[in-house]
Structure formats: structure tokens, C-alpha cells
């Protein structure tokens, strides 16, 4: 079964940044367009970020945009988001998705992923 894992999450104060990292040992990620999501406690799963399989395109929600950065490292089979300016709405669980697509488009809806990671933990603090 194929996995996605994520890491980097933890615990940060207000204003405070992470780096979220996704690597799979059994997925080739230049084939697929990566995008993240998170969930709040008591909220649906949302959209945050995504960047297409040739890393030339990224879309991000409202929310996070100017303050969050997707991109990927196809040598090392790795995605990440870069999470600035952190605020305390940001907490969620994260995860990462890796989709089939086309070579230039991002995805923005979960359906359109195939692959999803189990998730890790941002809580920030006021």
C-alpha cells in the first residue's frame, strides 16, 4: 500500500514558522501533483496549498496565502509547505497528497488525489 509521510509539525507560537516535509518510500513523486490540506478539530478537511508536477505552478487558499509556501524536490522525492507568520486558526492536522495530472496544473479539490499521508499535528499558540 502505497504511503505518504509527513513531518515537522509541532508546537509554535504565534507569529512562528515550520517547514512540513511528505516523502514516500514507495511513490515516485515527479509523476504527481502534490498538494496539502488540513483539519481543524470539529472542521472539515480544507485546501491549503498545491504545486503541479513541473513545480512551476502553486495555488493557495485565501487564508494562507502570502504566508505559506508549497514547493518540491523531486531529487529527493520530497514536498513541503513552508509555514510563516503562523496564527493560532492555523491549527490542524496536515497532510499531503499526491495526484495523477497533468504536467503544469495544480489540484484543488481532495478528489483529485489519489495518494494521502496520515496527517501531523501544527498546533500554535497565542
Known amino acids: 500500500q502505497v504511503q505518504l509521510v509527513e513531518s515537522g509539525g509541532g508546537l509554535v507560537q504565534a507569529g512562528g514558522s515550520l517547514r512540513l516535509s511528505c516523502t514516500s518510500s514507495e511513490l515516485t513523486f515527479s509523476g504527481y501533483a502534490m498538494g496539502w490540506f488540513r483539519q481543524g478539530r470539529g472542521k472539515e478537511r480544507e485546501f491549503v496549498a498545491a504545486i503541479s508536477r513541473s513545480g512551476s505552478s502553486t495555488y493557495y487558499a485565501d487564508s494562507v496565502k502570502g504566508r505559506f509556501t508549497a514547493s518540491r524536490d523531486d531529487a529527493k522525492n520530497t514536498a513541503y509547505l513552508q509555514m510563516n507568520s503562523l496564527k493560532p486558526e492555523d491549527t490542524a492536522v496536515y497532510y499531503c497528497?499526491?495526484?495523477?495530472?497533468?504536467?503544469?496544473?495544480?489540484?484543488?479539490?481532495?478528489?483529485?488525489?489519489?495518494?494521502w499521508g496520515q496527517g501531523t499535528q501544527v498546533t500554535v499558540s497565542s
Open positions: 497528497a499526491a495526484g495523477y495530472g497533468s504536467f503544469y496544473y495544480t489540484k484543488t479539490e481532495s478528489r483529485e488525489y489519489n495518494y
